[in-house]
């Protein structure tokens, strides 16, 4: 492992846009306030935490600060620090060498992220490894053991393939982030695979000699060796100095794709400024999709491609640099942290383990990064960025980042809103404006008043017509029998838009065009099947061709705005279960997918979205302070709407998920499953936030009303780790699995439109690699998704 280091030369270089030549450092414009570096690296010195360091601190277009400390050597004889030393970069390798290398590749078109490294080395393909991506060994999520062994002596870079070759994951490929140096020792060989050529020959050419980066390379030559910091005493008592200390990459050759790179501070900061310029040697698309979080979706700790940004190693982000900006670390004593939204990078060099690998950089390095970004004059709104990406690590814009728990919220939906603003939405110039309402029981205020009495009683509103969903107007029925009736309150009368054809499920246009308006207040499920979102569909249509308004009174998505999961549907399946192709879990409130359907399908109605209030896209539906009410019979609680967008991938096979039970979509369950099997098998895959166990049940409903039912209970343990998704895939897989003859999931189709999907788990395909396929169409989605977000 070449990650659990400590570090010791800082070079802080900031400077996003303003470029340097790359062929020389110019003079710092020296920082007073940075003056506590000084104290901060001398004190680690005086503990014997390191012999020395150099620290370079550029930031908005200048350097401000350079310097050497301490001693570049020990033993066998003292050597004073210098600014030019060379140092062993150890893990630092992997995203200056090899990173780059794999995205230059990507870039041509000749690697992608989420093929099996197997379609390039095809030696890889056995033990459990057949299905491990370019992504997932990139971003430390391939299940490999952390190292080679080193019990038995091996020589040689082919030896250590082998080796690599033949070993099993620890862990399944994509359930949970294990640091690897083996990750990177087959991306160093898919480097050279690929290109025909050594590693440390494609990184001269490629990354190296176009940035000017002269005192850095694998191999370092003998007229290097006064300029190289050693390291540490080797087995044989000889000191290694420009002879690699990583002793896997050692017993290489002094070349893997995750340690053998020596380098300067100087050509650290020409590397550093080319990342955050995206010139010379990768793309700006490229940079950005390396350092933003690309591990899956249910892990806590985020990564990038090669890249950390926020794990058990980012220590050298200090305590103010914003979750966000990104970096690495190398075992000897090596750092890299870059900031663009300060426009700020740390590299921190030094030779920590020297003499006898008992130094440590660990703290230092959080300390001096520390100390920069506190002396940095930010703007008001930079630091205002800055303490709430701090505290909260919060980004919406990521599916994967890290997002709040929990909080206490008090919410106001739309009606609330719409009653504080005396309803200047709806009120007509003259005669009170005829409008009707699309609710049903979840459209009520915090005072419990139903949406249709507020509205009913609203000055210079008149309310004509109500329109029911499915399971009616008071969301208990369960049948697609909902005819017509009448309000008995107010009287007025109820038209249902539930029905079996599909002109039932569509507001008659004669009605709708006795009115000026029709109002939709109606609590969503965040699911595309859910179909609510399709009558809301259906009602922008209508009220486009008959020339009235559409006023929606916005609620909170249930299982938060900021997570994004599963395939969109495949063109051309468009239902009643799938109006407009979204992905199985979307991410956006009723209101967001009116404005996004509106325009997108460019129905163009005249829509108007009375917005939330205090709603954070981050929240649950149990931080909103909001009564929970349910949106429909069988959906009971937070928890099983969290659950559901998985579970209810199933619903149309021929398996139970709850419904006529207690707990619906937190079970699953037929006759013909061995429930201890079942849930065994899932236990072992290592779903993340969920565990399960084994159970009988006896349900009221289909397909198996009143039958013994042996299956699973699902237990939810973390809904923010949660990928329901691919919690459904992983069910259907592992159904078709162990009950080949029995299952039979042809009706999957209908809740879930993608043919590809239901292909891969026919064929057997793993589940975590099937979610992989669908990560480039949901990045294309997310892009349209932004255009229409009302809230933070």
Not at 80 to 90: G, N, P, R, S, V
Not at 112 to 137: H, W
Not at 193 to 200: A, F, K, Q
Request: hydrophobic share 40%; aromatic share 8%; glycine share 8%.
């Amino acid at each position: 492992m070449a990650f659990l280091s400590s570090k010791s030369t800082l070079l802080i270089v900031a400077s996003v846009l303003c470029g340097i030549a790359p062929a020389q450092m110019p003079a710092p414009v020296r920082s007073p306030k940075l003056e506590t570096i000084d104290a901060v690296v001398n004190d680690a010195i005086r503990r014997n935490q390191i012999p020395g360091a150099v620290v370079l601190v550029w930031h908005n277009g200048q350097v401000i600060y350079r310097k050497a400390f301490g001693q570049r050597a020990l033993e066998p004889k003292p050597e004073q620090m210098t600014a030019d030393t060379i140092f062993d970069l150890a893990s630092l390798t992997k995203v200056l060498a090899t990173t780059t290398a794999v995205m230059q590749l990507m870039e041509r078109g000749e690697v992608r992220l989420n093929d099996p490294i197997a379609k390039y080395l095809p030696e890889f393909a056995n033990n459990g490894k057949e299905d491990i991506t370019v992504r997932q060994l990139l971003a430390h999520h391939s299940g490999l053991p952390e190292d080679l062994s080193l019990s038995q002596p091996w020589q040689g870079r082919e030896v250590g393939f082998r080796m690599a070759y033949e070993m099993r994951p620890v862990f399944p490929p994509g359930s949970r982030f294990l640091y690897s140096d083996v990750n990177f020792i087959m991306l160093g060989a898919l480097v050279e695979r690929v290109s025909g050529r050594p590693l440390e020959a494609y990184c001269d050419q490629n990354i190296f000699a176009p940035l000017d980066m002269t005192h850095t390379r694998f191999l370092p030559p003998a007229d290097w060796q006064r300029e190289i910091a050693p390291t540490e005493y080797d087995d044989d008592g000889k000191m290694l100095r420009g002879v690699v200390h990583d002793p896997t990459a050692r017993r290489m050759g002094g070349v893997a794709g995750h340690a053998g790179l020596f380098s300067t501070a100087d050509d650290m900061a020409k590397f550093a400024q080319a990342v955050l310029q995206g010139s010379a040697i990768l793309s700006s698309a490229a940079i950005q999709k390396m350092t933003t979080p690309q591990q899956p979706p249910t892990s806590e700790t985020l990564r990038g491609l090669g890249w950390d940004i926020d794990s058990p190693f980012s220590t050298n982000r200090g305590e103010l640099l914003p979750v966000g900006s990104f970096g690495h670390t190398g075992f000897t004593g090596t750092s890299l942290w870059i900031d663009p939204t300060t426009q700020t990078f740390i590299v921190i060099l030094s030779n920590a383990v020297h003499p006898r690998g008992k130094g440590t950089a660990v703290a230092l390095r959080t300390k001096i990064a520390t100390a920069v970004a506190a002396s940095l004059d930010l703007t008001t709104s930079e630091q205002e960025e800055l303490r709430w990406k701090s505290i909260t690590g919060y980004n919406e814009a990521q599916t994967a980042s890290r997002r709040m728990v929990s909080r206490n919220g008090t919410v106001q939906t739309g009606i609330e809103v719409l009653e504080a603003q005396n309803f200047a939405e709806l009120r007509g110039g003259g005669s009170p404006k005829k409008v009707g309402l699309l609710t049903n029981q979840t459209g009520v205020d915090l005072q419990g008043r139903r949406t249709i009495d507020v509205l009913a009683h609203a000055p210079g509103v008149s309310l004509n017509a109500i329109f029911s969903p499915e399971h009616g107007v008071t969301g208990t029925l369960d049948t697609t029998s909902v005819g017509n009736s009448r309000d008995v309150e107010t009287q007025i009368p109820i038209y249902s838009v539930y029905g079996a054809k599909d002109s039932a499920r569509r507001p008659s246009l004669e009605i709708l065009r006795q009115l000026d308006a029709v109002v939709i207040d109606i609590q969503d499920a965040g699911v595309p099947f859910y179909t609510y979102e399709s009558t809301l569909g259906y009602f922008l249509e209508a009220a486009a061709k008959a020339g009235i308004e559409v006023v929606v009174l916005d609620r909170p998505n249930p299982i938060t705005g900021a997570f994004v999961q599963g395939p969109p549907a495949d063109p051309g399946r468009e239902s009643f279960v799938n109006y407009a192709g979204l992905p199985l879990r979307h991410g956006m409130t009723i209101g967001e997918l009116a404005q996004m359907f509106n325009a997108e399908r460019k129905i163009n109605a005249r829509l108007k979205v009375v917005p939330m209030a205090g709603w954070m896209r981050g929240d649950w539906y149990d931080a909103t302070g909001l009564e929970w009410i349910n949106p429909s019979p069988n959906l009971r609680s937070v928890t099983a709407a969290a659950l559901y967008p998985g579970v209810a991938m199933i619903e149309g096979t021929n398996v139970s998920v709850g419904r006529g039970f207690d707990t619906p979509f937190e079970v699953v369950g037929a006759p013909w499953i061995n429930a201890r099997e079942f849930s065994r098998y899932l236990n072992e895959r290592n779903i993340s936030g969920v565990r399960f166990v084994p159970v009988s049940y006896i349900p009221t409903a289909n397909p198996y009303a009143n039958l013994t039912c042996n299956g699973v209970n699902v237990v939810l343990t973390d809904r923010n780790a949660l990928d329901a998704v691919e919690l459904g895939i992983e069910l259907a897989s592992a159904l078709h699995k162990l009950y080949p003859q029995q299952y039979q999931m042809g009706k999957m189709i209908e809740l879930v439109p993608n043919q590809q999907l239901l292909h891969e788990i026919e064929t057997g395909e793993d589940p975590r690699r099937i979610a992989q396929d669908w990560q480039e169409p949901l990045e294309k989605f997310e892009q349209v998704r932004q255009k229409y977000l009302i809230y933070k």
